[in-house]
């Protein structure tokens, strides 16, 4: 896209999932009055139908966790996508890689086209992968599992024939439907019952990629190279202590209403962290918004959202004015 840089600022992505959320949720147009990019992200004022103003902070967590390499591959990939029409949002898996080099990085652009629509309004990006299953011994009825599914492990105990090690490094993330991943689970259980199991079986399964469809011209790619560990959580609450201090202007500016986004990683967004984090810390650090929202793996989440008729436009509108 003319004019665009690479890669993409992650707050610019979270303005606008924002921004559709917004609008969808309280029925009013809004348009952005002024945007500037900040050390915490971006501060902008939104104008709410035709006579209302929304002072907005959006927080960026994902710089600390970032490394010149993921830059270097998150830029190139957003060129591509662009290139080939899309306009997007990818939010990557914590800790997964990039595609780099080719055919990988035609193969991925592709495969958005592909992608499976789900009943929330995201889309899931598929990516085929491999899990390899070892019998360790024929005593026993229990999966030892690294990577993705390891959180799976209890639902195959008493189920497999021994005891077993399943190489799931390569499976970032499960689908969505839990119809999925059932049919995954029994194909592992019958892999388990093969007679070849003792030497290792190669399970075909697919990694699946939160897509948001922006339809507006340019794509982004979000994540994190880090995974997800104790030591990370700690430093994510340190870092948005420090960003919630920086963004502290916005509580200054003269609108209508004040808004708080924090933009973060999260390999489900079921499991994010940021709201967590936030109800943690000191309140007062936050205590002057009237919105707080999070947005990981694509879902825009209210953490702090007032009841019906408590922002002014909750209140109908003037005659002849939206």
Do not use: C
Request: net charge negative; aromatic share 6%.
């Amino acid at each position: 896209m003319p004019g665009r840089t690479y890669p993409a600022e992650p707050a610019e992505a979270a303005l606008r999932l924002f921004l559709r959320w917004f609008g969808a949720t309280y029925a009013r147009a809004t348009r952005v009055g002024s945007e500037e990019r900040t050390g915490h992200g971006i501060a902008a004022t939104v104008g709410v139908g035709r006579q209302w103003t929304l002072a907005l902070a959006v927080l960026d967590t994902l710089r600390p966790e970032t490394n010149v390499a993921w830059e270097a591959a998150r830029a190139a990939l957003e060129q591509r996508l662009d290139g080939a029409g899309h306009s997007v949002v990818l939010w990557v898996p914590r800790g997964a890689a990039l595609p780099m080099g080719e055919p990988d990085v035609s193969e991925f652009v592709l495969g958005l086209d592909a992608a499976a629509q789900l009943e929330d309004g995201r889309k899931e990006l598929r990516l085929p992968v491999e899990l390899y299953l070892r019998r360790t011994s024929t005593t026993g009825s229990v999966l030892s599992i690294l990577g993705g599914l390891a959180a799976s492990w209890a639902q195959f105990t008493n189920r497999v024939p021994g005891s077993f090690q399943l190489n799931s490094l390569e499976l970032m993330r499960m689908p969505a439907r839990q119809s999925e991943r059932d049919e995954l689970a029994e194909r592992i259980v019958l892999a388990a019952g093969q007679p070849d199991v003792d030497d290792s079986v190669t399970i075909t399964a697919e990694d699946a990629w939160t897509v948001n469809d922006l339809g507006e011209g340019g794509s982004y790619v979000l994540g994190s190279p880090e995974y997800e560990t104790d030591e990370q959580s700690a430093a994510l609450r340190r870092n948005l202590r420090q960003l919630l201090r920086e963004a502290s202007p916005t509580l200054g500016v003269q609108a209508d209403a004040r808004a708080l986004v924090v933009l973060g990683s999260a390999t489900y967004a079921e499991d994010e962290k940021l709201s967590w984090a936030l109800r943690g810390m000191d309140p007062s650090l936050y205590a002057g918004y009237d919105l707080i929202v999070v947005i990981a793996d694509g879902v825009v989440k209210p953490l702090l959202r007032p009841g019906p008729s408590t922002l002014v436009w909750d209140v109908p509108p003037l005659p002849g004015r939206a």
